[in-house]
């Protein structure tokens, strides 16, 4: 997913290309999904992500895209869902942290369900990462990472996990600096 506009970033770049350690965010995420065990990337660029677009375009790795309308994140995922295969993998393009391990991890945690990963909001907390998006399951409260597995299943599995390299997913300018210290 790499849509985004970067507007918590307080910068004219698009959000995927934000610099992390002088590095594009994106990036990150497709060396991450090139050496794992995924077969083939598809990327979600929106209207507002023109520079993303063309950035991924002449990537090394061979990347498909594919725009969706800019209608806000769950609107372009449905678009990007209907567009591929299932079952997909979804990752958000702020995970600079996240590596192959981690992106084989969670294909492994799924053999006929959907798996949403979550993290801690108190581990997010502890970290120093933003934790713009919460919720509550069984009296603790989560943070969805922007990786997901989605299957044609009727049951989705809920994968709790303390990784940090899920857990820093950059929405501000403090969480790009952690990011960097963490890399």
Known sequence: MCGGRGTRLDTEKEKPLYPVAG???VDFVLDALDASRVDSVTAAVTPATPDTAAHLDA????????ETPGAGYVADLGVALDAVDSPVL??????????AIAVDRVLALSVTDSVQVCVPAALKRRLGASADTTYERDGRELAPTGVNVVADADTETMHL???ARYAVNVNRRTDAALAEALL
């Open 23 to 25: 590095r594009p965010m």
């Open 59 to 66: 990537h090394p790795a061979d990347v498909d895209l594919l």
């Open 161 to 163: 996990s303390y990784d």
């Open 90 to 99: 979804t990752v958000a393009a702020d995970l600079p942290l996240l590596d």
